[in-house]
């Protein structure tokens, strides 16, 4: 797997779901089938760590959404991912109900000075796509209202916002901005839809101010029967985020879970699949399972892995790959050298993409500990943890 195979890019979403390449079809199935059976408004939290995967997980499970509803004509590889949802499917009778879908990077808006401006744009423009805008005055006018509540800005503002970046200034309130909100929303599902799910990624990213006002909006003024929101965030990043808005002492976790009507765990991914997917499954290569040990000793995430194997594949692949290597740990006197590529270099990448108070003291000559620690984890290298380091 190339570093470009991270990028949640449209062909690595459709691709790593039709392939399975990291054994979380089952869990989009799952997920699928559980938004498909809710009939009503839920705002849902899907918690991971940074670098699991979840905008992966979040995308293809908008991508099988949309594989159901006639309204996205232009949806690429639409059989092949309906063929991929029968075998997961199996014997059970589901019927998956056409979804609207909307995915929206609060991240990359959090410039913004109010989030329901860009949220609304950007539900405009998912809309556009399935349909022109130009033809539904209807939706236009009702958008328009609810921006004017913002900005002031008329139809035809609303229509140069799909084109470009809207300014944020004089930003106002209305008294009636939730009632505008609920018939914007109404007027988008007939005939497009019978829900409207939108992701909200990377909200644990965010300024503490704008993640703050992003769910406090969406609690007060979009509450709707058919709608579901679901956030992928890291719940222990986010509640640091909301303790710098509220101070240390504030309790950010039940502060947190007064907007969220469930919170459900990421799955853990098949990492055999994974690391054959990065090329780290490489059969009785000893350098292959030193690296292995070295991301379970870190606990790196997905993307932590990728980064680390890319970094230690460049620096001591040719050294390390030599046949009358493997398995192979019995030096002689001048062959420290490959003691050193086998394991130091690939402890030391990890130290410093993880630990860098210990990776300093290590290279420092002031703490072995982290090698003794490797040593010892690594199956057919114990005696060496019994040297005084």
């Given at each position: 797997?190339?570093?470009?195979?991270?990028?949640?890019?449209?062909e690595n979403i459709y691709t790593t779901f039709i392939d399975d390449a990291?054994?979380?079809?089952?869990?989009?199935?799952?997920?699928?089938?559980?938004?498909?059976?809710?009939?009503?408004?839920?705002?849902?939290?899907?918690?991971?760590?940074?670098?699991?995967?979840?905008?992966?997980?979040?995308?293809?499970?908008?991508?099988?959404?949309?594989?159901?509803?006639?309204?996205?004509?232009?949806?690429?590889?639409?059989?092949?991912?309906?063929?991929?949802?029968?075998?997961?499917?199996?014997?059970?009778?589901?019927?998956?109900?056409?979804?609207?879908?909307?995915?929206?990077?609060?991240?990359?808006?959090?410039?913004?000075?109010?989030?329901?401006?860009?949220?609304?744009?950007?539900?405009?423009?998912?809309?556009?796509?399935?349909?022109?805008?130009?033809?539904?005055?209807?939706?236009?006018?009702?958008?328009?209202?609810?921006?004017?509540?913002?900005?002031?800005?008329?139809?035809?503002?609303?229509?140069?916002?799909?084109?470009?970046?809207?300014?944020?200034?004089?930003?106002?309130?209305?008294?009636?901005?939730?009632?505008?909100?609920?018939?914007?929303?109404?007027?988008?599902?007939?005939?497009?839809?019978?829900?409207?799910?939108?992701?909200?990624?990377?909200?644990?990213?965010?300024?503490?101010?704008?993640?703050?006002?992003?769910?406090?909006?969406?609690?007060?003024?979009?509450?709707?029967?058919?709608?579901?929101?679901?956030?992928?965030?890291?719940?222990?990043?986010?509640?640091?985020?909301?303790?710098?808005?509220?101070?240390?002492?504030?309790?950010?976790?039940?502060?947190?879970?007064?907007?969220?009507?469930?919170?459900?765990?990421?799955?853990?991914?098949?990492?055999?699949?994974?690391?054959?997917?990065?090329?780290?499954?490489?059969?009785?290569?000893?350098?292959?399972?030193?690296?292995?040990?070295?991301?379970?000793?870190?606990?790196?995430?997905?993307?932590?892995?990728?980064?680390?194997y890319r970094v230690a594949k460049t620096v001591a692949y040719k050294p390390?790959?030599?046949?009358?290597?493997?398995?192979?740990?019995?030096?002689?006197?001048?062959?420290?050298?490959?003691?050193?590529?086998?394991?130091?270099?690939?402890?030391?990448?990890?130290?410093?993409?993880?630990?860098?108070?210990?990776?300093?003291?290590?290279?420092?000559?002031?703490?072995?500990?982290?090698?003794?620690?490797?040593?010892?984890?690594?199956?057919?290298?114990?005696?060496?943890?019994?040297?005084?380091?």
């Amino acid at each position: 797997m190339k570093a470009l195979d991270l990028l949640a890019t449209e062909e690595n979403i459709y691709t790593t779901f039709i392939d399975d390449a990291i054994g979380r079809d089952a869990d989009v199935f799952s997920f699928v089938s559980f938004l498909n059976s809710l009939d009503s408004g839920n705002v849902i939290a899907l918690n991971a760590r940074w670098g699991e995967g979840k905008t992966f997980f979040v995308k293809q499970t908008k991508l099988v959404l949309e594989a159901f509803n006639p309204y996205y004509e232009n949806i690429e590889h639409r059989e092949e991912i309906k063929k991929t949802w029968e075998k997961l499917r199996k014997k059970q009778e589901i019927e998956i109900q056409p979804f609207v879908t909307v995915y929206y990077d609060a991240w990359m808006n959090d410039n913004d000075e109010d989030p329901v401006l860009s949220l609304v744009l950007a539900i405009l423009q998912e809309i556009d796509g399935l349909t022109s805008l130009e033809n539904e005055r209807g939706i236009l006018d009702l958008a328009g209202n609810v921006l004017d509540c913002f900005t002031g800005r008329t139809v035809k503002g609303v229509l140069d916002s799909l084109r470009g970046t809207p300014p944020l200034e004089n930003i106002k309130k209305a008294k009636d901005l939730e009632s505008k909100i609920a018939a914007f929303f109404e007027s988008i599902l007939p005939e497009r839809g019978n829900r409207m799910v939108v992701f909200i990624d990377e909200l644990d990213r965010c300024k503490p101010d704008y993640a703050i006002h992003l769910l406090e909006r969406i609690k007060h003024y979009f509450g709707n029967e058919r709608i579901t929101f679901i956030f992928s965030l890291n719940m222990d990043e986010l509640q640091h985020t909301i303790r710098k808005f509220y101070g240390n002492d504030f309790d950010a976790c039940r502060y947190l879970e007064r907007f969220f009507d469930f919170r459900i765990e990421l799955p853990k991914p098949d990492m055999r699949r994974f690391y054959d997917g990065i090329g780290l499954e490489n059969g009785s290569w000893v350098y292959e399972s030193v690296c292995k040990q070295v991301v379970e000793m870190f606990n790196m995430g997905l993307r932590e892995i990728a980064k680390f194997y890319r970094v230690a594949k460049t620096v001591a692949y040719k050294p390390t790959h030599k046949e009358h290597d493997q398995w192979l740990f019995a030096f002689s006197d001048g062959t420290g050298r490959q003691f050193c590529f086998l394991c130091i270099v690939p402890l030391m990448i990890g130290l410093n993409m993880c630990d860098r108070p210990r990776y300093n003291k290590f290279i420092q000559g002031r703490d072995g500990s982290p090698l003794i620690e490797l040593l010892k984890i690594i199956s057919g290298l114990t005696e060496y943890a019994d040297y005084e380091i």
